[in-house]
């Protein structure tokens, strides 16, 4: 029987095939139950090999992984829970050792917790690709990363595409954050949302994410679900977001990168 959280993994599978496949130089595939998409950024995160069934396919997972590995330095295996011994001897295989706790959150629509009469939605606007130059820069200086670090993530037609919105948070005309929403099957998902050190305290991050979720509502969703940092997980947990599952990502040592 299918669960929440079985749904928020097909969820979350689906927004990594859209993105992959319309990023600039990005590449997917399919093995078996195990998927694979390669933005070609410099964040492993986003150059992933997973399964999230409960029962992942070994042997397609070291297919896709070694595919994966031989196209980008930065990569990872993801999986639901806690990796099993298998899991963790394959992906030490290929260099894999580290591991990172990802919490999914979710809540349902009609339990998010909005504030009321606030000034900050009027600072957050959608954005398309015409600016994603824009809203890449402001997405490096949100998550204090390299310029470049994120490539041509979010460019091409990633910004036009349906169910993907992109939005800037703005003050006196620059941009200070940035959210990404992704929508499919009555889901939501709360992507990129992150403010630059200078304008953080203010409201910021909880305005983007209400955006996303707004818009989300709008289009139907009726669930909404996203990984949270350790920062800005009372954040959401103030909106109503509840821990579905703790995902697990295995990443190569910071050294051996």
């Not at 910004?159 to 993907?164: K, N, R, S």
């Not at 994410?209 to 959401?236: C, F, K, N, Q």
Request: aromatic content about 6%.
């Amino acid at each position: 029987m299918s669960t929440t959280a079985d749904r928020l993994a097909t969820a979350y599978s689906d927004a990594i095939e859209t993105l992959c496949r319309v990023t600039p130089k990005g590449w997917y595939a399919e093995r078996g139950t195990a998927r694979a998409g390669v933005t070609r950024t410099g964040v492993a995160s986003l150059n992933g090999v997973f399964d999230l069934t409960t029962d992942p396919d070994l042997g397609s997972l070291d297919e896709l992984a070694t595919e994966v590995r031989a196209q980008v330095p930065h990569w990872s295996i993801i999986v639901r829970g806690e990796p099993s011994a298998g899991i963790a001897d394959l992906a030490a295989r290929h260099g894999l050792t580290e591991r990172s706790a990802l919490p999914l959150l979710a809540c349902a629509t009609d339990d998010i917790v909005f504030r009321t009469g606030s000034t900050q939605q009027t600072l957050v606007r959608r954005v398309g690709a015409a600016e994603s130059d824009t809203y890449t820069a402001a997405f490096a200086e949100s998550f204090e990363a390299p310029v470049g670090a994120f490539g041509s993530l979010m460019g091409g037609a990633v910004l036009d595409t349906d169910g993907v919105t992109g939005y800037l948070a703005e003050e006196s005309g620059r941009p200070v954050g940035t959210g990404l929403g992704m929508r499919a099957h009555g889901v939501v998902g709360v992507f990129n949302i992150g403010v630059v050190p200078s304008a953080r305290g203010r409201g910021l991050g909880r305005a983007l994410t209400e955006a996303v979720l707004r818009d989300g509502i709008a289009a139907g969703a009726d669930i909404a679900y996203l990984h949270s940092s350790p920062m800005g997980r009372p954040l959401y947990e103030s909106m109503g977001f509840t821990l579905v599952q703790n995902w697990t990502m295995l990443t190569a040592r910071a050294s051996e990168a």
